[in-house]
């Protein structure tokens, strides 16, 4: 039996989509670096869309379980997938087995091949525009109010000069500023269109 996370023991939307968001962050940087780091990417797109499905649920349900299926997350969301969005899932289905090397002795997941280029990005970015477009208001308003400088109730420092994209807090109200990474830029401009 799968565990299960609910509101009411401090789990809420804005923290699934800063998680996510900043995975999928890591994952475009990675993609963008070097091709030994495509099975990193990979895991942490995998990983994004999960939280981001986990939000939707528990925007729904107020609560969602520790599940890793997109297809099942997927199916509880309540959003539907362009055919290829929903094709795309499949994939990334497969790269949640990223995370770890193939057992010697595990013959199907050996026998599995599980392609990965930098190319799978722009498919990564396609499906979360679909996800984003479909972000109930309030879900919306909170994905708005993400701060890059901060994350659950902490404050994040660098000492190195940090990359600061368009600013935007509100697709109503765009006179209203924040920090957002490039990639939570193409999110709302998506949205504004």
Known sequence: MNRIFKRKDGFNEKNLLHSGLDHLSAAEKLFQISSSFFDSAGYLCHLGVELYFKAFILNKNNEFDEDHSLRKLYNQTGISLSKKGNSFLSILEDF?????????????????????????????????????????????????????????????????????????????????FINLTPLGVKFIEACIK
């Open 96 to 176: 949640y087995t990223l995370r770890y090397p193939p057992k010697k002795n595990n013959k199907t997941q050996c026998h599995k091949v599980i392609e990965i280029s930098d190319a799978v990005w722009k498919k990564v970015e396609q499906l979360l525009i679909e996800i984003v477009e479909q972000m109930p208001e309030d879900m919306l308003k909170e994905y708005n109010s993400i701060n890059d400088f901060e994350k659950n109730k902490r404050v994040l420092m660098s000492k190195l000069k940090p990359e600061i994209g368009k600013k935007i807090v509100n697709i109503k109200e765009p006179t209203k």
